[in-house]
């Protein structure tokens, strides 16, 4: 199977998370008018329930090229994973309804460089994929004692095309 990649927006990502981007006019202007605040773009979510906290981590990943591969998707079940790249840089996000516990039809979007996203609780996505050097995010997700991580290795790899 070979899907195409489209472009990020807010509207085809929600059913999966929320894209973190400055765009239109700030919020708030705050700095005596010298910062434009975008407020409270991510549906964060570290699972009060299981003893989860926020935490920030950095994340450095190998670059990928246009075709791509794909034969593993993953989901965190106890909370939401953001990643904000720390370069100026596009990168490649897979994801996938879930159906009864395993994915659905995927789907990819490639950030425009100026982009980071927030995955949804429980939402199947591929793993990191960066585009160019270095290929460095900073990641908040949940940190807990309990296990926060599901992986499926795909029966039919399918391929995504710029």
Partial sequence: MQIRA???????????GDVLAATGAPDKLINAGLCGRFHDRA???FGDDTGGRAGISIFKAVPRALPYRCDLLERHPEGSQAFL????????????????????SP????????????????TWHGVLTPLAEPGLFAVIDRIGATPNLEEVHLPAPFTVTA
């Fill in 6 to 16: 489209e472009p990020l927006t807010p509207v085809a990502f929600a059913p999966f």
């Fill in 107 to 122: 789907r990819a979007f490639l950030t425009n460089g100026a982009q980071g996203i927030n995955l949804l609780r429980g």
């Fill in 85 to 104: 790249p720390m370069t100026a840089d596009p990168f490649l996000v897979i994801v996938a309804p879930d159906e009864n516990g395993q994915p659905g």
């Fill in 43 to 45: 549906q964060l979510d």
